[in-house]
């Protein structure tokens, strides 16, 4: 399953949080187990101001079952100095994955 947040990716065209720190949640029509998603940011050379400041940086990625019983499914770091898409793969062990909340 893929799908995209945001359809357009350019300078000004992003979720904005006040302050250093925020929170996104997206509920789905149905239970999934991500194995890996994407980031991308736009890179110095094409922002306005040319500097990517803003960009996430440390985050960690959850899982929330419909209890509300919620598995880390890894903490990640994006560098701004590499490729603007970074995928990141799920942290947590395969063999793991049958008791984890969410896991079909």
Known sequence: MAFWFQLRIAPGSCWT???SQGHV???LPEQIWPTAFTIWHISEA????????STPKEFA???MDEAAAETL????TYDVHKEIAQTFHV???Q????GC???R
Not at 46 to 53: A, F, M, N, R, W
Not at 95 to 98: R, V
Request: net charge negative; proline share 10%.
């Open 17 to 19: 949080f006040q302050g």
């Open 25 to 27: 949640v997206v509920q």
């Open 46 to 53: 094409v922002s306005p101001s040319g500097e990517v400041s």
């Open 61 to 63: 990625v959850s899982l």
């Open 73 to 76: 499914l890894g903490t990640f």
């Open 91 to 93: 942290q947590v062990p």
């Open 95 to 98: 063999e793991l994955w049958a």
């Open 101 to 103: 909340p969410g896991r």
